[in-house]
């Protein structure tokens, strides 16, 4: 009888060990462990798949591991929405320009990244999440280390590729509507001085104009993707932007939808 007494509460402590490895509890969030069993690329996304003991319905979050005030979820369904557990499993659409530097990318470069799944979480799927909710993961989980494929670097490149043509033909353009040589030096000279600030920023910052702040649906005119208000901001040249009163008008126009 003591036998299985002592059987019974040593099952029951790994079940309940088991559950608190899985399972903390940030402020009035559940936040969830996540596996991760399949990975994917398409363009600059990360395509993940994978097990969370989290309820149905929980969010999947996926940011930098980094405990700044704000810290923006770069997760989706893939269509500008909250990806979701359900039956155990889940699959997530990750920007990779948020957590690689554009100028530079590799193929291999890995990656950490504060991958979990959060229930009771109500805000929308681009709002800043807290800090407090990152520091409570790493202080109980490890960061998801992802891997750039090849096809993501070429994308990657192509971005930044985009935004040193668009400058160029701007300096070109200051040079030829210049009245004298002089003029034009000074104007080249000011042209030069704001690329270098520009390249000096984050690399979440290329491009001068944020698409998520016009209040119109933007294309880019060398993807050929186009960006409506409610989706996640993207920063992109303006010299590149096109604007559309509709969806339909910018898909008749050869324009496809951003993934997020």
């Not at 029951?12 to 903390?24: A, E, S």
Request: hydrophobic fraction near 30%; charged fraction near 25%.
């Amino acid at each position: 009888m003591k036998k299985i007494v002592t059987l019974l509460a040593t099952c029951t402590l790994i079940i309940l060990l088991t559950g608190c490895d899985n399972k903390i509890t940030s402020k009035n969030n559940d936040i969830y462990k996540v596996d991760v069993t399949k990975v994917n690329s398409d363009d600059g996304d990360w395509i993940v798949s994978g097990t969370t003991n989290a309820p149905d319905g929980s969010k999947i979050i996926a940011t930098n591991d980094s405990d700044d005030d704000l810290t923006t979820n770069e997760a989706d369904d893939g269509y500008g929405d909250w990806s979701k557990a359900k039956n155990g499993k889940f699959k997530a659409t990750i920007d990779s320009v948020s957590f690689v530097d554009t100028s530079n990318p590799k193929v291999g470069k890995q990656v950490k990244i504060a991958l979990f799944a959060i229930e009771n979480y109500h805000k929308g799927v681009s709002d800043d999440l807290s800090s407090s909710i990152i520091k409570d993961f790493n202080d109980n989980y490890k960061p998801t280390t992802l891997s750039l494929s090849k096809s993501q670097v070429k994308y990657l490149k192509s971005l930044d590729e985009g935004d040193n043509e668009s400058d160029s033909s701007s300096i070109d353009d200051n040079d030829n509507n210049s009245a004298s040589a002089s003029v034009a030096k000074s104007e080249s000279e000011d042209s030069i001085s704001n690329i270098d600030e520009t390249s000096s920023n984050d690399s979440r910052n290329h491009g001068d104009l944020e698409t998520s702040q016009q209040g119109s649906i933007i294309g880019n005119s060398r993807t050929m993707i186009y960006h409506t208000p409610e989706q996640h901001g993207y920063r992109m040249n303006s010299a590149n932007a096109v604007y559309f009163k509709t969806e339909a008008e910018a898909q008749a126009a050869g324009y496809r939808k951003a993934s997020r």
